[in-house]
């Protein structure tokens, strides 16, 4: 069976431009949730993406959007960046919320 | 307040200790979750329980749904054990993670 994978692993951008991260889910996952970790922080929860419909949010603004394709692989879309938004993104695939596989992150500098 | 705490913040130990890791949560959970982050980021999942305990080789995991609270145990520590275990609850279908607990082992 084939893991999360996440792309790219890092990406460096300048504050105001936008980013798109991408993640395929693992063989037989239906549900997708991206992460956002700070340096030295516990993971924070943005999003999740179930069978292509957004289906829970953390406290992050309207310029952080996502899609879920119909592969269950996802994309987490990131407008008008700040120097804040520079952490480590985490995406997980899980089938209905249970047991979940984690990617190895895309670390995002913004400069 | 965190909704899920974790503690000893950092650890240090010496090859062959036994290491507790201990995580309190103040939410209803579905699942409780202990993961495994290396320095390169990507994490892996250890222990999925919803009640009494589990064990892997040299880690075993408890949970008390009744005082909400989960340790993670690992037994005859080596230093390939040393990484950042986090802790997280399934809470409405999404995760809630902890801040982590930063482990050393040393030879």
């Known amino acids: 069976e084939t893991g999360v994978t996440q792309s790219p692993t890092h990406l460096i951008k300048t504050r105001g431009q936008q980013v798109t991260l991408r993640c395929s889910s693992q063989s037989g996952h239906n549900t997708v949730s991206w992460y956002q970790q700070a340096l030295g922080q516990g993971p924070q929860f943005i999003f999740q993406y179930y069978r292509e419909e957004e289906n829970g949010r953390g406290n992050f603004p309207p310029r952080f959007s996502g899609l879920q394709f119909p592969n269950y692989s996802s994309e987490l879309n990131v407008n008008a960046l700040e120097l804040d938004d520079s952490a480590l993104y985490l995406c997980a695939s899980s089938l209905n919320s249970y047991g979940y596989t984690f990617g190895s992150g895309t670390r995002l500098t913004v400069v | 307040k965190n909704e899920v705490e974790q503690s000893p913040q950092n650890l240090t130990a010496q090859e062959g200790e036994f290491i507790t890791i201990n995580c309190s949560y103040s939410v209803g959970i579905s699942a409780l979750h202990w993961l495994q982050q290396h320095p390169g980021g990507g994490i892996v999942s250890l222990f999925m329980l919803s009640s009494g305990k589990k064990k892997h080789g040299r880690l075993i995991a408890t949970i008390n749904i009744q005082e909400k609270h989960s340790s993670l145990h690992i037994t005859a520590s080596h230093p390939r054990d040393s990484a950042v275990y986090i802790c997280?609850?399934?809470?409405?279908?999404?995760?809630?993670f902890g801040t982590g607990t930063r482990l050393q082992v040393f030879p």
């Open positions: 997280a609850v399934t809470n409405t279908d999404k995760l809630i």
